[in-house]
């Protein structure tokens, strides 16, 4: 049923019941992992948080750490995975990503880091609104 799982996660403590749902997931349905932390290039988040060509490759290099731990993770449990850092808009990257590989399932948390959501509104909502694929969004109290 879920061939392909894409976790998409921005590493913090609040996307931690989001990881260990997808691989429950994975686990459940024998299915390959994809990984995924997307460096926002929007312009709207970069001139909220003033972004420079240094801070970029810091968060490529903190993505390659998120993705390559959640991999291990996957490979934990018995699974294959994969992890890839993307550059752009969130949920348009996340969406691309998910068309491209074949994902049955994305999932993601309710809320991330980004205290600008407030005003653009919630990346989930926006992955869920554009997806043909099935999006699971959990929240931080799952277990």
Known sequence: MYENVLIATDGSDKSEPCVNHGLEV???FDSHIHAQYVVETEATYILSVGLGD???SEYREYGEETVSAVADRAAARGLDATGVVSTGAIAEEIVEYAEANDIDLIVMGRQGRGA?????GSTAEKVARMADTPVTIVGRGSK
């Open 116 to 120: 600008i959501e407030k005003y653009l």
């Open 54 to 56: 240094d801070q970029l």
């Open 26 to 28: 994975g686990e459940a």
